[in-house]
């Protein structure tokens, strides 16, 4: 998604010269491409991610649609009182790329598990928040958002190849995209886990439950109209995120199924606890804490037998 | 402190705004001396702490002339450097000019955008320091030591300019000074409480509410100053 994303915004800088890119010294073979094509509009500020935010906020007052850079945890919850007081506060078109979301970068450590970013995000009024499920849709996002008005999260994964069956790329901010249709029940799904969410569906099929499955890339503000309409088809809906249980995707369908008065089960399929030091690829950790396509399978069966 | 804002505000953005930037939270007590320039009335000056006013303690972005909300210690450097690096792009004259305090400079983040603003050389950036020597608690020597403040800047290239913090002339002939190829600090030297007798370099004053009695002395000691 980074690459696709970058190149992305490499064709836009070139052709609007109030973007500009700036990176806390990450993106080491990934944001050459830009730097070569618009070096004027590039800055590596160093390992400095509160003053990235500072910056960027000045450059947006200034006229400026600054983009910065970094791995998610350090771009969203270092700085993020910078956020808060900066580009929120003043309403201001400040673009945050955060890479990594979940366990991509799983052996790089906890320090690097972004597993809130999402959430903590999610509570600043104003704040867009992007979270594409595969290359393509994060392509057609950059292209949808990057000129609008207020700040914007985007939520990028590594996964240059993956793509969503039935995706093919699209993007509406404030819409979900419903992939798969289904009858029994649905599977709402935000960022680059979803190709799992999709697993899930075959692996019902084989069974014979009937699950429909949707994309929320467009967080916040929350789509709650699509939301809704799909929420009230159904009993029972699964939440699948690379991210904590609390505050992200699972919350926001709880919030709409309660603030909508729908009759909906949700089981929300994230991560519970936090890793103690434990390490490992990020198939290795996603099946670990549960944010897979057989853990959401076996949710569903569970609670489709009465079980759970 | 109050007046190196006054004087910032008379005479370096009065007639231009665009031409220059502030950020330095704690600071809406200097309203009253700018709020000629900003064109706010008596009555919206009486509102000061009140109810449904925007004239809180901390500066608030929906005022007139006011860019950014600082209330938050540590992020008015960094926003400056960025609207002078931005002003750069532009291939603009603007300038940049920012208020700390001496004890804000505790924060990291002041330190993150004094190494950018140097070595992006932004000579279009001017910040300076309020140097009183207090902070909330105690004496900045007593609470984090900010010795030698001078060397410090200089170490981190900035080009370095010490000025008697009341002299409103001295610290705008010194901003307006014809700069090197760096962004400058005016460390400006100030006593705490400065005009009022019973204030002076007391730290309680930080927070303290005047009495009433005590407000009046306050006001027969600073009326023509501020006059």
Known sequence: MRDTFIKTLTELAAADERILLLTADLGYTVLEKFADRNPKQFFNVGVAEQNMLGLATGLAESGFIPFVYSIATFATLRTYEFIRNGPVLHHLPVRIVGVGGGFEYGSAGPTHHAL????????????????????????????ATWNHKGPVYYRLGKNEKALVPGLNGEFRAGRIEIVREGTDMVILSMGGITPEACK??????????????AVVASVSPSPMDDLVSL??????????EAHYRTGALGSLVSEVIADNGISCRVKRCGVQEHSNG?????????SLHGISGAAVADAVRGIMAGTK | GLLIRAGLWCGLLGRRRRAGRRGRAHCLGALPVKGHVLGLDREQLATYCGDATLLGVHPEHALPGVDFCTGSLGHGLSMAAGCALGARLQGSKRRAFVLLSDAECNEGSVWEAVMFAAHHRLSNLVAIVDVNGQQAFGYTKDVLNLDPMADKWKAFGWDVVEVDGHDCAAIASAANAPHKSAPRVLLADTTFGKGVSYMHGEIKWHYW??????????????VTDVA
């Open chain 1, 116 to 143: 809130e970013d999402v959430g903590v995000l999610r509570m600043q009024p104003g704040l867009e928040i992007v979270a594409p499920a595969d290359f393509q849709q994060a392509g057609n996002a950059l292209k």
């Open chain 1, 200 to 213: 899930a569906a075959i692996l019902l099929e084989e069974e014979g439950i009937s699950a429909c499955v």
């Open chain 1, 231 to 240: 929420l009230e088809r159904f009993q029972l809906a699964v939440t699948l």
């Open chain 1, 278 to 286: 434990i390490s490992g690829t990020e198939g290795y950790l996603n």
């Open chain 2, 209 to 222: 509410p005047m009495s009433d009695d005590e407000y009046a002395i306050a006001l027969e000691q600073t």
